[in-house]
């Protein structure tokens, strides 16, 4: 069965640090985009960060200079390095590796 397993989130302070994983498993037969999206209460789904198979990044103007993007191909893995966090990037976070189906999130609060 193909899919996705979230993990790294948790409870963090203002300017703390957070390094979010998510993992695809299964067969599949090639992977080309990767990325991450965050879900508040109340709010819509939003894309977070978003990297090519060709390692090409791309930020929404929310995270950038604070979040960092990677991917481990052969794990087929990706990864998001969450820095300098504010109480606004309090979601659920849930990686996209497309076509492998949504899986259930990681909760990422800041809080003081």
């Known amino acids: 069965q193909v899919q996705l397993v979230e993990s790294g989130g948790g409870l963090v302070q203002p300017g703390g640090s957070l390094r979010l994983s998510c993992a695809a498993s299964?067969?599949?037969?090639?992977?080309?985009?990767m990325a991450w999206y965050r879900q508040a209460p109340g709010k819509q789904r939003e894309l977070v960060a978003i990297?090519?198979?060709?390692?090409?990044?791309n930020y929404a103007d929310s995270v950038k200079g604070r979040f960092t993007i990677s991917r481990d191909n052969a794990k087929k893995t990706v990864f998001l390095q969450m820095n300098s966090l504010k109480p606004e990037d309090t979601a659920l976070y849930y990686c996209?590796?497309?076509?492998?189906?949504w899986g259930q999130g990681t909760q990422v609060t800041v809080s003081s």
């Open positions: 299964g067969s599949i037969f090639s992977i080309n985009v």
């Open positions: 990297i090519t198979s060709g390692g090409s990044t």
């Open positions: 996209y590796v497309p076509p492998v189906p």
